[in-house]
Nanobody, 119 residues
Framework: QVQLVESGGGLVQPGGSLRLSCAASGSIIIINNMGWYRRAPGKERELVAGITRDGRSNYRDSVKGRFTISRDNAKNTVYLQMNSLKPEDTAVYYC?????????????WGQGTQVTVSS
């Protein structure tokens, strides 16, 4: 059984910062790609940022230069540093991970953490 647990969400004023963490636990052999998604009220879920095992990252255009994704393979953890937050960043943020935990390889999702950007 693999679990992804997110933390670090909350309420922040525009221009502020938050750091999200997502830790994977269980009988994990290896984690390949990891990523952060978000879903705003009334909108579809969208990819925010992704990172490969060797650290290559990609971002949606609206967060480039403000958000940074990183990971610690020894801790099976992925992070999302969010700076210069805007009201339009308000959403539930979910992490996911491509995990090999015998006998299967599959995508796992966290439970989500709320990020609210408001004055």
């Amino acid at each position: 059984q693999v679990q992804l647990v997110e933390s670090g969400g909350g309420l922040v004023q525009p221009g502020g910062s938050l750091r999200l963490s997502c830790a994977a636990s269980g009988s994990i052999i290896i984690i390949n790609n990891m990523g952060w998604y978000r879903r705003a009220p009334g909108k579809e879920r969208e990819l925010v940022a992704g990172i490969t095992r060797d650290g290559r990252s990609n971002y949606r255009d609206s967060v480039k230069g403000r958000f940074t994704i990183s990971r610690d393979n020894a801790k099976n953890t992925v992070y999302l540093q969010m700076n210069s937050l805007k009201p339009e960043d308000t959403a539930v943020y979910y992490c996911n991970a491509d995990v090999w935990a015998p006998p299967e390889r599959r995508i796992y999702w966290g439970q989500g953490t709320q990020v609210t950007v408001s004055s």
